[in-house]
């Protein structure tokens, strides 16, 4: 009888949980994915969901005591192989897919296809296909092998994997998981591929993980690509590309608008950005984001909007501000927690004795509610009193930052100078 019911499809394909009824005779109870089917039968560690007479012991399921559909589990077959009887460990823990050849770099997302939300919101959808369904969005056209990480509907078959060629980002099409929840998606791209989720909602709120596990290409900007990913918490870069060269260098020139909006983002990998010129809004509104790596900012020529609201504590870079930095307006406005602000960062800017009306509101708003120390408000003034360009508008009241009255003498000579070059200052009394 047993035979009736032996799965021998590949490891993708799910299980067989057969039942012995009462009667005696055998039935197929239904067929699971294979990593809720692990975590039900053999890797849940403890109670994870109130036990209930059909199922009292939910801390050590094994065939014996495990139920499907009220039903208690006696026999589990793959391929001929009793389960319940020797539950084979390469079974257990699927291999990692091997890279096919010409790949130039993998990249591995961690997505939860419940957090799928309608274009312009949040708020996920409720029921439906909606909530099975992810589509892989990026920039240009691209040629890769993607693997789902579990069967799905792919291009109206059943499958887990697929291969895309010249593929243009709006005709990716979607993939559709049996069933809403968690997954591993494995792109290994054959050409440059670089992720784009530029709307607030959709798919981007599926994102919870993004890491580069190999050297890759890199295309010449990153705007707009994690825009508004609310749930997104990590982000790996790659440290070389394919030519071995630190991943960036050279290459990457705008960051704006890139992780705007991420409000789970705790942490983003080191990327080399010697030749960035546009940070704009790049974290704006990650509230949970508290550090970031010391960049290279010589190339900056607009900072604007670049940390605003974030929850940024200390800032410091590798290389500071450039000669053609001459936008920070807003940049770490309602930043609250931000205490610690490194010295000599504005050294190099405003070199110009001419002043400009474009450069009026340069510094407008740029420190305002911060939480900035006296030390730190002494290390800003310091650098910027290094500066030539007469009549600029600076901002470093309200927040909890240090009042002038404890300012420290040369914070206070610093702010003379500015006075003396025609800025006007802002600042808690």
Same mark, same amino acid.
């Given at each position: ?10 490891? +993708? ?59 208690? =589990? ?48 949040? &708020? ?50 979607? =993939?559709?998981? @049996? ?48 825009? !508004?990913?609310?749930?997104? =918490?990590? =982000? ?18 705008? @960051? ?16 080399? &950005? ?47 501000? !450039? ?10 406005? !309602?930043? #609250? ?19 400009? #009306? ?24 310091? +650098? ?35 006075? +003396? ?9």
């Amino acid at each position: 009888m047993y035979n009736e019911f032996d799965h021998s499809k590949d490891f +993708s394909k799910g299980f067989k949980i057969l039942h012995k009824q009462d009667i005696g005779n055998w039935s197929n109870l239904g067929s699971f994915d294979e990593s809720d089917f692990f975590d039900f039968l053999f890797r849940r560690p403890v109670v994870t969901e109130t036990p209930t007479p059909e199922e009292p012991d939910g801390s050590t399921l094994i065939c014996g005591n495990s139920y499907f559909n009220n039903n208690r =589990v006696v026999s589990i077959y793959y391929n001929g192989v009793d389960l319940c009887a020797t539950p084979p460990d390469e079974i257990a823990t699927p291999e990692t897919p091997t890279p096919r050849p010409n790949v130039i770099g993998r990249l591995v997302l961690r997505i939860d296809t419940r957090l799928n939300s309608p274009i312009g919101s949040n &708020t996920p959808f409720s029921s439906g296909a909606s909530r099975r369904a992810f589509d892989l969005q990026f920039s240009g056209v691209a040629t890769y092998d993607v693997d789902f990480g579990s069967e799905s509907v792919i291009g109206g078959k059943q499958n887990s994997k697929a291969s895309f060629t010249n593929v243009n980002k709006f005709n990716s099409g979607q =993939v559709s998981y @049996l069933k809403p929840g968690i997954y591993t998606v494995t792109v290994s791209a054959r050409s440059a591929f670089d992720l784009e989720y530029p709307d607030i909602g959709g798919f981007g709120n599926c994102l919870l993980s993004i890491n580069y596990p190999d050297n890759r290409g890199v295309a010449s900007n990153l705007d707009n690509n994690y825009f !508004g990913c609310i749930n997104l =918490v990590t =982000v790996d870069f790659p440290s070389r590309d394919e030519s071995n060269r630190p991943f960036g260098k050279n290459k990457i020139r705008s @960051l704006r608008n890139t992780f705007e909006g991420c409000t789970s983002l705790t942490n983003v990998g080191f990327l080399t &950005t010697n030749v960035v010129s546009q940070w704009g809004n790049t974290f704006a509104g990650c509230t949970s984001l508290q550090t970031i790596p010391n960049f290279d900012y010589s190339s900056v020529r607009s900072f604007n909007n670049t940390f605003q609201n974030s929850g940024l504590v200390k800032f410091d870079s590798a290389v500071p501000f !450039g000669a053609g930095a001459e936008n920070f307006r807003d940049c770490w406005n !309602g930043c #609250s927690n931000l205490r610690d602000f490194a010295p000599g960062q504005f050294d190099n800017i405003l070199q110009s004795t001419v002043g400009k #009306s474009s450069l009026v509101f340069a510094f407008g708003r740029t420190f305002q509610g911060c939480a900035l120390t006296a030390a730190s408000i002494e290390n800003i003034l310091v +650098s910027l009193a290094k500066t030539k360009t007469p009549g600029i508008f600076l901002n470093i009241d309200g927040g909890t930052n240090a009042g002038k009255s404890t300012w420290t003498a040369n914070a206070i000579a610093a702010y003379n100078t500015l006075i +003396s070059r025609s800025w006007i200052i802002t600042f808690n009394p």
